[in-house]
């Protein structure tokens, strides 16, 4: 709907850079992403984003999805935690899905359980997550030289 145009064609707005998994590319392994991401190939794991996640016609995701604001017309098992989740037709959710606003198109379909909150109870879990995973200082390496390392 508001970010989509024509088909499957995405028009980013000003929430910058998109990541594209493209169909025929198979992940197993959650992602971390402080950009949009857009997915048409499948995926093993789970979704922790900042922005904007799209399940493109062809995607499939199987584990849990938190992001801003997600867009499926693909597949998804698994739960989703969003602030807005649209299911665009032939779309299709498995499992529970917690959002502020949620929109199900014609054809589009959820199996599960939702619920809709008010106010301010949805947390993106993003900069938590980030902070944990990526956050930490970098420890500096101590460089041996040849001799050093040789002597030991």
């Not at 190939?41 to 801003?68: D, Y």
């Amino acid at each position: 709907m508001a970010i989509f145009t024509n088909g499957d064609k995405q028009s980013v707005g000003n929430s910058g850079n998109t990541s594209i998994i493209a169909q025929g590319t198979r992940i197993k392994g959650d992602i971390l992403s402080e950009c949009n991401l857009h997915i048409d190939g499948n995926l093993e794991g789970g979704i922790i984003a900042k922005n904007n996640v799209i399940i493109g016609k062809n995607g499939n995701v199987n584990g849990n999805i938190n992001t801003e604001h997600l867009v499926v017309s693909g597949k998804v098992m698994g739960s989703c935690t969003c602030n807005i989740i649209e299911i665009l037709p032939q779309g299709r959710i498995e499992g529970e899905i917690i959002a502020k606003e949620l929109i199900i198109e014609k054809t589009g379909e959820l199996v599960g359980q939702s619920i809709v909150h008010k106010g301010n109870e949805y947390k993106n879990v993003y900069d938590a997550e980030y902070k944990q995973s990526f956050g930490a200082p970098i420890k500096p390496i101590t460089l041996q030289n040849k001799e050093t390392i040789e002597s030991k």
